[in-house]
């Protein structure tokens, strides 16, 4: 029996276009997508091929050739493709994963459905990322891994980050959803560490569809992620058939995705240089309103892909909540702008949280080494640094110097507002 929460279920999350609908404002927007040339032929090519074409090899090979790692694993979005990974790596029940404390639910469902427990790092103050000083402190006898997520856009330091893993012999992976062809020390995001996975959810900066994908240089987990990942972990057994060796997946890119990725891929690199060419100037204005201040962008990062633009304020200076700051600036024409608390994702999983505090399996001791609590006050820097940070995810590769000028106006109008 189905246990009834029916005002819950209406008030259902919103993604892709759908979660865009209505936002409105002064500056421009990302929907409707800009389509690669392309689209429509690659389409017309998998309906004409009577859904024989090689559109998802093509996709595959074209996006590890631009990204330059050996093997793309094409899924239909970053969770699934997440998801994947979690369970292509086999670790036990119990087994930890650190993973960002200010990120998507699409991060950690994965690793949580194969009953790894997720230990989340605090960020470094004054930013969304976490670093190798946030992550230490989260390493146990039980950690297999860490999942690094470039939120923003804004990457990890990852050379730190690799060399704590490689003296505890942790695997590292990169979430890189908000970080499409972003550059770290002249290397793509993605390509940093073991494995990196993508999103090409209609909002994200290579806004296709539903889709996404692993991109490793590892040829066995190459040939694993696809085993688990695209044939549900069955093998040919001569004279029977298909023999399920693991609970495996079905989460291969559809075909019509596929054609819309590629299309999408071959305008993606000059996409980016805009992105990367506006938020430093945006941050630059912002950061000149006194009280107003933006995340750091690290000098390691040549290329900042940004997917989302955002800024703090200081209480201190302003007579005003944060909420009202926002309210004030969304009124004012910075479409979707807004505080988002629920990027504190160890505060957003009630369903998790319960788990552990009632001890159900994985937190059944064994296999849980420990008690784990969820919510926010376990990672402080990134609780602190949400209440006052206002984003607005609706940032893009439109902006021209002007749309600039317009949305640091807008903030510097409402800080004179509300100036103590
Ligand atoms: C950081 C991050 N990870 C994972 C996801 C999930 O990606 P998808 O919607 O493709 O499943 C998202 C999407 O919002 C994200 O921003």
């Given at each position: 029996m189905v246990k009834k929460n029916v005002d819950g279920w209406r008030k259902r999350a919103k993604y892709g276009a759908d979660a865009s609908a209505g936002v409105s404002g002064s500056l421009p927007l990302p929907f409707p997508r800009e389509m690669g040339h392309n689209t429509m032929n690659y389409l017309k090519e998998v309906v004409d091929s009577g859904l024989t074409s090689d559109m998802i090899s093509r996709f595959e090979e074209r996006f590890a050739r631009e990204m330059g790692v050996k093997h793309c694993v094409a899924t239909p979005g970053c969770t699934p493709a997440l998801a994947v990974l979690a369970a292509a790596f086999d670790f036990d029940p119990g087994d930890e994963i650190i993973v960002s404390s200010?990120?998507?639910f699409g991060t950690v469902q994965g690793l949580i459905s194969q009953n790894y427990i997720p230990v989340f790092a605090d960020t470094e103050p004054g930013t969304l990322i976490i670093n190798s000083e946030t992550i230490q402190p989260c390493i146990s006898d039980r950690t297999r891994a860490i999942l690094v997520v470039h939120k923003t856009g804004t990457i990890c330091d990852m050379d730190a980050i690799n060399e704590l893993a490689g003296k505890h012999d942790l695997i590292v992976y990169e979430d890189v959803c908000q970080a499409t062809f972003g550059e770290y020390k002249g290397r793509y995001?993605?390509?940093?560490?073991l494995a990196g996975g993508f999103s090409f959810d209609s909002e994200k900066t290579m806004g296709s569809d539903i889709g996404g994908c692993v991109v490793t240089n590892d040829d066995e987990l190459n040939e694993k992620m696809r085993f688990v990942g695209h044939s549900r972990g069955g093998q040919m057994l001569d004279g029977f058939g298909r023999l399920h060796m693991?609970?495996?997946?079905?989460?291969r890119m559809p075909m019509c995705t596929a054609a819309v990725s590629l299309a999408q891929l071959e305008i993606i690199k000059p996409n980016v240089a805009q992105r990367d060419k506006m938020i430093r100037i945006l941050s630059e204005k912002l950061d000149s309103i006194p009280g107003i201040s933006t995340p750091p962008i690290p000098e390691y990062m040549n290329v900042y892909s940004c997917w989302m633009a955002g800024f703090s304020i200081d209480l201190e200076v302003f007579d005003c909540s944060s909420d009202t700051f926002a309210q004030e600036v969304l009124d004012a024409?910075?479409?979707?702008?807004?505080?988002?608390?629920?990027?504190?994702i160890p505060a957003a999983l009630p369903f998790l949280s319960q788990k552990a505090e009632k001890n159900i399996?994985?937190?059944?001791?064994p296999p849980a080494s420990r008690s784990y609590v969820y919510d926010g006050d376990s990672c402080p820097n990134a609780q602190e640094f949400l209440e006052t940070y206002i984003r607005w995810s609706?940032?893009?590769?439109?902006?021209t110097a002007e749309d600039c000028d317009i949305a640091a106006n807008i903030v510097a109008s409402v800080a004179e507002k509300y100036r103590r």
């Open positions: 200010v990120t998507d995001a993605g390509s940093l560490a693991v609970n495996g997946f079905a989460h024409g910075i479409p979707g702008a807004g505080l988002g608390r629920y990027y504190l399996f994985p937190y059944s001791m609706s940032f893009c590769e439109r902006y």
